[in-house]
Structure formats: C-alpha cells, structure tokens
C-alpha cells in the first residue's frame, strides 16, 4: 500500500520485513546512483540498530548497480565513552555491514573515546563540507530520531551534532535490543546528529519495520508535531519516505 505525499512524507507499508527491506534498498540505490550521476560523488547516512539490519543487508548484498567507490558514508550517533571496538558501538556496526563490504571512497565516524564537544564540532564540519544525498533512518521505540530522544531533541537546533543525555526508554531499548546486559552497563550520554540536520539531507527515508514500532509510528504519523514524538518531525518532511511493514503499520 502505497500513500501519496500531500505536504508530508510519502508512507509505503509492505507485507514484512524482507519486503520491506527490499524496495526501501531500490529507492536508496537509486539515490545514490543519481548523486553520483550528478557530481560524481554521493554522501550517505546511516542509522545502526536492529531494525536496519536486513534493509542495510539487502541494500549491500543485492547486485543493484551502487557505484559504492563513490560513495561517502556516515553514521549519525555513538555512546560518549565506546570505543570502536565495542560491540555495541556504532562505528563497529556500520564499518563491519558497510564498509568492509562495499569499500566506498570514505566513511566518517564519531569518535566515541574523543572529547564529545570538540567531536560533535568536527563531526558538524564535516557535515557541512558534504551536504547529505541520502539520511536512512529509523524511529526508536520512544519515538526519537537518531539520538534525539523526546526531552532533548529540538526541531530547531542551531547545532548538527551535540551532546545528549539518553532516556530511560532510550536505554531499555539498548538492552532489550541485546547491546548491553542491563541498564547500568548503558552509557547515559551519546554524540547525535540533530533532527533539522538529519532530515535536511535531499531525499529521507525512513525504515521502520517490527510490531514494537507500531505505538511510535503511529505517534509519528498521526500524532501532534511535537517533540514529545521527535518523529513527528518527518510530518514536515515532504521529501521523505517511510518503509512500514505490517506490523509497524497495525495502529494506523
């Protein structure tokens, strides 16, 4: 089922999640294809998480013609204090499912281990050196984009990168994701790149698959624009896409 944009974003719901994951890969290729059509070269972000893995899996596996040697890739959060080598860091997810298997020109990584002021800094310089084709994203379970959970995110931020403090919700999804044993063992505070920076990419596709997603999505999609859903957001995001498979869709 396939809703058409108004001033909104465009919603797609698919049977399941492979489904899903298929056709939000399609139109992601397409993207990238069209960037480096267009200036030779194409910037790319990535969410991490569960959620992704079998978008990012097909997008990666699938032989759909992504010049990845002219491809730019980004992540858009890391714990404060993770180091790469973490299993539960996001420049270990997305090196170990992008870029060793696609090589692409260059990828930038928060440093988790770097002071998170002057890295959200230099992070924020790269940003602005490569304006974003492409920003895959997912919607947490609290409804937060990236790492911007409901008390921080602000859809006004004078900042692209910046420093957060994670919620409790935040942090039971870590857990019950399988990051981390127990709530103690999640870092409180992560670098994020902000919501207006992250939906300010040219195309915005969210992917957004499994039951546990239903409440926020509907939250995200039918709710008020507010920052209590910082996936609301995408309700002013006429330039993006959300991938739903049955599940994330049951409550809309």
Known sequence: MREPPKDGPEVVVLDDTRALAAAAAEVAAAELCRAVSERGVAHAMFATGNSQLAFVDDLVGTERGIPWGEVVVFHMDEYVGLGPGHPASFQRWIRRRIVERTHPRAAHYLDGLAGPIDECRRYAGLLADHPLDLCCLGIGENGHLAFNDPGVADFDDPLDVKVV???????????????????????????????????????????????????????????????????SALQRTPHATVFLDADSASLL
Do not use: I, W
């Open 165 to 231: 403090e994670l919620d409790a919700a935040c942090r039971a999804q870590q857990v019950g994701e399988g990051h981390f044993p127990t709530d103690a063992d999640v870092p409180r505070s992560a670098m994020t790149v902000t919501v207006p920076a992250l939906l300010r990419a040219r195309r915005v596709l969210a992917v957004v698959p499994e039951g546990r997603k239903a409440v926020p999505v509907r939250a995200a999609l039918s709710g008020p624009v507010s920052t209590a859903c910082p996936g």
